[in-house]
């Protein structure tokens, strides 16, 4: 079964409009982490939010935030006033278990391929 | 400089070559990971290093092996190189908090 599932395969978005990424993740584990990570069209892999399960608040970092549902399993991106340098590849990750002693392994969705229109 | 550097960051090899991706890192780290990423699909994980002494293999280890020369050094070898190996391979390191650093990626293609 899919651990973690992006729907969106691509979204178009104009600038300036806010986005939200859709990520659902499936887990038994009761600690465990969430991340976001940006990867423009030259392949960097660039770490955006983080989230942990046990945390309070949803995460914000700028003009990202993560829209944590954990009863619904949920943990959407939400970038507000899109740029055009937005557009990349967005990738959705899980860490089972909160320490890194614990678990090496980020499981990692698909993506979303994001466009900003100008 | 970046914190994660990988060599060569492009790279075209012929079906049966031996190839290795090196990858070193300033960020001081003990923790140090190869990704290899497939069109369409997200990172998975090669092989894991703790500490110089401690390797370990991920989820797609077979057909590859690493070393880890020093703490700031982790190399990937493909001792026989085949086509599906053809991808997008990740450098990374991480302390014991919650982010990954990745380097910029090195593109393989075997043909």
């Known amino acids: 079964a899919q651990k973690i599932t992006q729907t969106q395969p691509g979204m178009f978005v104009q600038e300036k409009e806010a986005v939200t990424l859709d990520c659902t993740y499936d887990t038994s584990d009761p600690s465990y982490g969430l991340f976001w990570y940006k990867q423009p069209s030259s392949g960097e892999m660039i770490f955006l939010i983080y989230?942990?399960?046990?945390d309070q608040q949803n995460a914000t970092e700028g003009r990202y935030s993560l829209n944590f549902q954990k009863a619904r399993k949920s943990a959407n991106l939400v970038i507000s006033a899109s740029q055009l340098g937005d557009s990349a590849m967005y990738f959705c990750?899980?860490?089972?278990?909160?320490?890194?002693?614990?678990?090496?392994?980020?499981?990692w969705g698909a993506g979303t391929k994001l466009i900003i229109k100008p | 400089d970046a914190d994660v550097t990988q060599t060569p960051r492009n790279r075209i090899t012929k079906t049966g070559k031996r190839i290795m991706l090196e990858c070193s890192q300033t960020k001081g780290h003990d923790r140090m990971y190869w990704y290899r990423q497939d069109p369409g699909l997200g990172l998975r994980l090669i092989y894991y290093s703790f500490d110089v002494k401690d390797i370990n293999k991920g989820e797609i280890s077979d057909g590859y092996s690493v070393s880890r020369q020093a703490q700031a050094k982790f190399s990937l070898s493909l001792e026989s190189a085949i086509p599906n190996q053809t991808a997008l391979y990740f450098c990374?390191?991480?302390?014991?908090?919650?982010?990954?650093?990745f380097g910029e990626g090195s593109w393989l293609t075997v043909v």
């Open positions: 989230q942990g399960s046990y």
């Open positions: 990374a390191t991480s302390d014991q908090g919650n982010t990954i650093y």
């Open positions: 990750a899980m860490r089972e278990g909160l320490g890194w002693d614990s678990n090496y392994q980020l499981i």
